[in-house]
Structure formats: C-alpha cells, structure tokens
C-alpha cells in the first residue's frame, strides 16, 4: 500500500471509530443525560423518519429558506448598487457597521415585539441575519472587479446592462457565493434560535421541550437531526457552489 | 479605493475646483451623514404615524433612554457579564484551537484522521448544543462560556488549519536546506505565514463569541444583555429593549474595532495590510 491508499484509509476509518466508540462508551450507560447511542438512534427512528417530518421539520425548513432566499433576493442586488456607487458605499458603511454589529438574537425581542411570534417573525429574523454575509460579500466582489476587464469593456461601449451582466457579476461571484454559504449555516442557526425562544412548533421548539420533560432521547435525537441537516445544507452547497463556480475553478487551476 | 476616486476626480474635472478637503475627512462627513439620514427617516415615520408609535418608538427617545443608563449601573452590570462570558470563551476557544490546529496542520497523518471529523461537526448548529448544556451545566455562566467556547473554536481552528498548510513550499524548502531545526522552521517559518489566517479566524471567533454569549443569555436567561434585552420586550418596556439593543450593537462595534487595530498592528509587515494602508 502507498502512503495516499493508507492516508486514505485513515481518513474514512476515522469517523467510523469515532461512532463506533460513542456506540461502545455509552453502550450500558446509567447516566440519564447520555442514553446509549443504540437508544438514541431507534428513538430518532421513530422521530423523525418521518412521524414528525410534516408538523415540525417542514415548517422549520420553510421558513429557514424563505430567510434565506429573500437575503439573496436583497442582499445581490443591493449589494451590487452599493459596491458600483462610492459615494453610496461612504454614506452607508457607519450604518452598516452598526446593524452587523449587533448579535443577531437580540434582533428576536424586537421581531416578536414587531411582528409577533408566528411564522413572519421567524423569517423576518433568518432575513436580517442571513442579509449582511451576502450583502458585504457581494460589496466587496463589486468592488474587487478588475479595473482592466471593466476598462476593456467600457472600451468596447459595451452597454451598461451588459457590463453589469456579463463582467461585473460573474467577476464577483466566487466572492457572493462566499458570502450566501455564510448566509447558509447563519439561516439554520437561527431558524433553531427563534423556534427556541418562540413557537410552538418546530425542531428547534421539539428539542426545547424534550429538555423541558426529561424526554433526553428524544433531545438527543432533534441534535443529531440538526447535525444531519448542517451537514446536508453543506454538502448540497459546495455540489452547487462547484457546478456554478466552474470556470473559476478551472481558470484557477491553469493559472497557478 | 484610491483607483476609484482618482479615477473618478480624473473623469470628472469640475471637481478640482472645490477646496481641497481631505478624502478622510469628506469620506467621514458622508457617512455621518448617511447615519443621521437613517435616523431621520426612522425618527420621522414614527413621527408620521408610519411606524406605530408604542412598538416602535422615536429614535430620538430610544437614545435618550440610552443615555440615561449609560447613567446608572444597571447596564454597565449587564455589559460587564457579557463582555466577562465573551472575554473568558474568547480566551478559551482560541488557546485550544490554535494547539490543535497546530498539531494538526503539521501532521499530515493527524489531519487525514481528523478532516471527515471536522468537516461533519462543524456544521453542527452550536445552538443544537442548548438543551444538553443546560442539562449538565445549568443555566449559569458554565453554559454560556462552553457555548460561546465551542462555537468560537471552529473558525480558529480551521483557519489555522489553512494557514498552517498554506506556507509558501519554497520558503519551507530553503529552510529545510539551510538545515533549520524543526522547532525553528515552526516559529520562523511556518507560523508567521500562518499568522494572517489565523488573524481572520480571531475576529471571526470574537464576534462568534459575543453572538453566541449574547444567544446564551436570550434563551437560557444567563445574566447579560441578552437577558436584559428579553426582561424589557416582556416587560413591554420597549424604549428600554430598544436602548439595550443599540448598547450591544455598539459593543460589537467596539470590539470589531479593537480587532482591526490589533490585526493592523500585528500583520504590518504582510502586504494584505500594506495595500491597505496605501488604500486609505
């Protein structure tokens, strides 16, 4: 075997052993805050697939891409206005700073003070979170581009539309997709947080009251579902993020 | 910036006629402007009736409120217990990352077994974590601290990561010719190169700290301005939770600022900070 085959190896076996050993360490476990891995997994089982996909995992999920969408929707076309237009940009940045600033779960009194505690108040706060990445990616990517491929086309009367279309967004995008995968994981965060703080539904709230009544399995099984789910929104996004971004790879790759 | 605006005072002669304000300081002037602007426009829908006025109170009062507690020791108290959370799992967080981190950059065994691990627990929403540490730690400064410390951890560790192996081969190489001891090659060669990675994980992990002390503090009730923030929004003191939520917007302002300087101060010879400098 060659040292790639071996470190290979080592790579897939990894995980393995660290499943295997939570299995074999919690196997007869008596401590109710860590029931056995086997328990946790049945109980998932029963949970999840897919008991509870309809009342809880569906309307978690809806509204974390409804945030999540809207932020692109906004962040893009908002940032790019920002990015293309300086004097926009100095006007804007102090409040900008100040709005990032704040830690996103503060903003939650204020959305159920505002808008209640049902479903827009959730995807009001996924929106204002999930904003600011792609908002300040795309900002950067606008104002990244390469004066000389801009030049170029200004040079050739290429029309304004175009030049937006064909040099400045696709010049930013390795930078907006950066900033809509940040947007990503930030939208499931909060998706949880804001179930947890209001709602009466939800994977976030079901793991909530699992802790509330003891039901630890259960508990353990809403985290290991979350743990799935990052995992998944990850995975999907890099496949997307690949396939969207090939060229760049590509022209990456030559060049270095 | 500079390309931009001289390229833009080059295209547009008229302004050459204009006294001769320092870019700074009109940059400045902007953006108070744009600041001001904001307010206005808030202050002035609610003045309008646009906005309601029990819900969304004037800006202008939500202010004075703020500065009525800058005042008094109630707020300090709840800056103090965040910023003690923040500052602790900060601390924490970046001593176990940056070991690991180094551990595992320079072992290229280490990393293969560790690479799957990670790259599934780290997309593990750290709020998923909640319940269990309330369980086991309680509802306490314990809980907010592993909280804030596990989910700070990550971008220092994967940035160190990065930066460990991202040293240059042929600055690695010559060193090795030049036959410097490994624990020389780690200090002098590997670790500044890594240094600037690492710099980008810290101010992420510091506003993820204070994200995460703030989320603690909102849904288990652990002292802070978070629980302080959900005391007034129940109370249906609404002035109060506005003033409150500008204090910690103004917070994590304040550290973002103290970690740029640091950042500026310690990276000066890198020329990401050099460009930078000529920029502005």
Redesign the interface.
């Known amino acids: 075997m060659n040292r790639r085959t071996v ?2 190896g ?6 393995v052993l ?1 499943l295997l050993g939570w299995g074999l360490w919690s196997a007869g476990s008596a401590n109710i ?1 860590y029931p056995p891995l086997t328990k946790i997994l049945s109980v998932f089982r029963e949970t999840w697939l897919f008991d509870r996909v309809g009342s809880d995992v569906v309307p978690s999920l809806v509204n974390m891409f409804s945030g999540f969408a809207l932020s692109i929707l906004i962040g893009v076309p908002l940032g790019v206005l920002i990015g293309l237009v ?2 926009l940009r ?6 900008i ?14 959305g ?3 808008l209640g505690v049902g479903t827009s108040m959730k995807v009001f706060i996924i929106l204002m979170v999930a904003l600011f990445p792609v908002l300040m990616h795309t900002i950067d990517g606008v ?1 990244g581009v390469e ?1 000389g491929l801009l030049d170029s086309a200004r040079a050739y009367r290429v029309s304004r539309r175009d030049q937006l279309l064909h040099v400045v967004l696709p010049a930013a995008a390795p930078q907006i997709f950066a900033g809509v995968r940040v947007a990503l ?1 930030l939208s ?2 909060l998706m ?2 804001s179930e ?2 209001a709602s009466t539904r939800g994977i ?1 709230y079901f ?2 009251e ?2 509330r009544t003891f039901a ?1 399995p259960e ?2 099984s ?2 290991v579902l ?2 799935i789910l ?2 998944l ?2 995975l999907a996004f890099a496949a997307i993020e690949r396939r969207a971004l090939r060229w760049h790879h590509g022209a990456r790759k030559g060049a270095s | ?1 500079t ?3 001289t ?2 005072t080059s295209a547009s002669p008229g302004t050459r006629r204009r006294l001769p304000l320092s870019p700074k300081f009109t ?1 400045a002037l ?6 001001v ?2 307010m206005a426009v808030l202050e002035l829908s609610t003045i309008a009736g646009l906005l309601p006025e029990k ?2 109170p004037r800006v202008s009062s939500d202010l004075r409120q703020l500065a009525e507690l800058a005042g008094g020791a109630e707020l300090w108290t709840s800056v103090g217990h965040t910023l003690q959370g923040w500052a602790i799992s900060f601390g924490l967080a970046v001593l176990i990352a940056v070991v690991l981190g180094m551990a595992i950059g320079s072992s ?2 280490l990393h ?6 990670i ?3 780290r ?10 540490v ?3 730690l309680g509802t306490g400064l314990q809980s907010k601290i592993f909280l804030a410390t596990f989910a700070a951890a990550w971008p220092v560790l994967i940035a160190t990561i990065y930066g460990m192996k991202d040293v240059e081969p042929v600055a690695l190489e010559t060193a090795r010719s030049f036959r410097a001891r490994p624990h020389d090659r780690l200090l002098s060669v590997v670790l500044p190169s890594a240094v600037p990675y690492i710099a980008t994980g810290l101010r992420v992990a510091s506003t993820t700290a ?2 995460l ?3 603690a503090e ?2 288990i009730g652990a002292p802070g ?2 629980q302080s ?2 005391v ?2 129940a109370g249906g003191q ?1 002035q109060l ?2 003033a ?2 500008i204090a ?6 304040l ?2 600022l103290v970690f740029v300087a640091i950042e500026k101060r310690l990276l000066r010879w890198h020329p990401s900070q050099r460009a930078q400098e000529v920029v502005q």
């Open positions: 470190l290979l080592i790579q897939i076996a990894a995980p660290v805050f300086r004097k100095t006007a804007l940045a102090p409040v700073e100040f709005v990032r600033a704040i830690p996103p779960p503060a903003l939650i009194p204020f159920i003070v505002v104002r004066p994981s499931l965060i949880v947080i947890m703080v976030g793991i909530l699992a802790q630890i508990m353990w809403g985290m979350l743990g990052g995992y929104f990850n | 910036m390309r931009t605006s390229l833009s940059d902007l953006g108070a402007a744009g600041l602007a904001v819900t969304f290229t065994v293969a077994a560790t690479t799957a691990v790259e599934f627990l997309p593990i929403p750290s709020v998923a974590l909640i319940p269990l309330v369980l086991v204070l994200i002390c703030v989320t909102l849904v301005l978070g923030i959900t007034a929004q609404y939770m506005y409150l939520i910690t917007g103004l917070l994590g302002v550290l973002n």
